[in-house]
């Protein structure tokens, strides 16, 4: 029996070295064929991904270049139209994608599954956070980016981009309220937001006593919330499948809209390469006073992208290959594409549609996990959100030359985590929730002007580091479904072998009819 197990196992790692994998190559075959047919092969299985790596080489290029033509601001709004309908296009398939994604998934899954997979994807994202959290104030405090011996750095025309300060309890609050939309239609568009205003009260005790006191009050701001409509989305799914038969019928038209949405999204994503190309033309065109910016706040610059690099390069892939044992570069090999969008476009929500396509055709991830994990991740997983806003408060501190103790580093780690779960998935949504950590430390917000003047390029960053930990997130998932179906597998098997005679009928499991299937008669008659 012993031999038998053996020679199946061989016939199906044979079956399996003849596979094609996703970049094109395919084992045995790859050596018969000539070189120049294999690198044909492998250029078109990657083309997307070269194009897309190559528009943001060309755009760099081309936007250095025209740096030195004296280019009109509608000029340079005409150079980055492309790049505008690219994000115009991403951004409109986000809602049908987070909706019908997280209902078909939900409804898909078994309630108690459902709720494993996204008690284990919450604390590895919660894990991930805190380690970039971590990195962000050590990096900051051995490059000390802030002491500076010609005094602040002055940057002009950017005090109007800094957000009112809030108190940090009205930010936790904001977060819950917009957990539970009141008008689904408006979520789609607008979130809840705490603003104060100021009321007068006379004293009532005869004297001339007047108090002023900052009243909070609630008022709609333009802006998705996307927290509230995958809340939404994951309870409906749930609901769906508790109805049974009565709700399969909505079940079959989310997944055919989530299936429809897909295909544009293949669409999109051959239009990328071009998008980005501009948006990164526009994006250096646009930039004024370079040399002065990066003399003044490079250090700062430096110590955010080094930090990014150090988590992105280090700490994620050796977490993955920790658990799973596969190669961490082959899989950033397969997200290539949306890492590019995610620089071009500084927008996790807007590469959501690209990461779900790709990690699910190279990286192996089945729709179930992808299409659930994935848009909870671009709402509640900003690594590289935590990370600058760390770097960013000790940066502050340091600027104005406060000494910070052991309390409110914790304080920094701990609110930079908590706080990025609300940072939205858009450009510069990470120095909105930046206020919240000034505040709990007692730091200035005026001082976010200077976070500001070079968010473009730490914003992009940071992005690109938040969807790669989405999608090592999907990949690491995937590996425990794989694993437990494995081992279930297993003792199916093993029951099936230890009854023997015993068992009156076999039992109408989908595993055990696969593997009867696969078994030969020779072997069935040994067991």
């Not at 007047?210 to 994951?234: H, R, S, Y």
């Not at 998008?275 to 003399?295: N, R, S």
């Not at 700490?315 to 590019?340: C, H, Q």
């Amino acid at each position: 029996m012993a031999e038998k197990m053996e020679e199946g196992m061989t016939s199906n790692g044979e079956v399996h070295v003849d596979e094609p994998l996703a970049n094109g190559m395919s084992g045995d075959n790859a050596n018969k064929e000539p070189v120049s047919e294999r690198v044909k092969r492998i250029v078109k299985a990657n083309l997307l991904v070269i194009l897309t790596v190559a528009g943001v080489i060309v755009g760099v290029f081309i936007g250095l270049g025209v740096r030195n033509v004296a280019l009109t601001r509608t000029q340079i709004i005409y150079i980055g139209f492309p790049g505008e309908l690219l994000i115009r296009l991403l951004k409109m398939i986000i809602i049908p994608l987070v909706v019908c994604s997280l209902v078909s998934g939900a409804a898909s899954l078994d309630p108690k599954a459902l709720g494993k997979l996204g008690g284990w994807a919450m604390l590895f994202f919660l894990v991930t956070t805190l380690i970039a959290s971590a990195i962000g104030v050590v990096m900051a405090f051995i490059l000390t980016p802030g002491s500076v011996s010609v005094g602040k750095p002055q940057i002009q025309a950017l005090d109007d981009g800094v957000p009112a300060s809030k108190e940090v309890i009205d930010s936790f609050l904001d977060l819950i309220r917009n957990i539970f939309p009141s008008n689904l239609v408006a979520a789609a568009f607008q979130s809840y937001a705490t603003s104060y205003k100021f009321v007068t009260k006379n004293g009532t005790d005869g004297n001339p006593n007047i108090t002023v006191e900052k009243v909070p009050f609630g008022m709609d701001q333009d802006g998705m919330n996307i927290l509230g409509l995958v809340v939404f989305a994951i309870v409906f799914g749930v609901a769906l499948r508790k109805l049974g038969e009565e709700g399969e019928i909505l079940i079959k038209f989310f997944n055919s809209f989530n299936e429809a949405t897909m295909v544009l999204v293949s669409w999109i994503m051959w239009y990328a390469p071009i998008g980005i190309m501009f948006l990164v033309t526009g994006k250096i065109v646009e930039m004024e006073d370079v040399g002065t910016l990066f003399a003044s706040l490079g250090k700062y610059i430096a110590c955010c992208i080094i930090g990014h690099a150090i988590h992105g390069f280090l700490v994620l892939p050796l977490i993955y290959f920790v658990i799973t044992r596969k190669n961490p570069f082959t899989f950033l090999w397969g997200i290539l594409t949306a890492l590019a969008t995610a620089f071009g476009t500084s927008s996790s929500s807007a590469t959501l549609p690209l990461m779900m396509k790709c990690v699910e055709e190279n990286n192996g991830v089945s729709k179930h996990i992808s299409r659930f994990i994935l848009p909870i991740g671009a709402t509640v997983n900003m690594d590289g959100a935590a990370l600058f806003q760390c770097v960013a408060a000790v940066f502050i501190a340091q600027l104005n030359e406060v000494s910070l103790n052991f309390i409110q580093v914790i304080t920094i780690l701990v609110t930079a985590t908590a706080s990025s779960v609300g940072a939205a998935g858009i450009p510069a949504g990470g120095v909105l929730t930046l206020a919240i950590i000034l505040e709990a430390i007692g730091l200035p917000t005026n001082d976010i002007s200077l976070i500001l003047a070079v968010d473009w390029l730490v914003d992009r960053t940071c992005t690109v580091l938040n969807v790669e930990g989405d999608a090592f997130g999907a990949g690491i998932l995937q590996h425990f479904v794989d694993r437990s179906q494995k081992d279930e597998g297993a003792e199916l098997s093993e029951l099936k072998v230890d009854a023997g005679p015993l068992m009156a009928a076999p039992e109408h499991s989908p595993l055990l009819d696969k593997r009867a299937a696969d078994q030969s008669p020779e072997k069935e008659s040994i067991m």
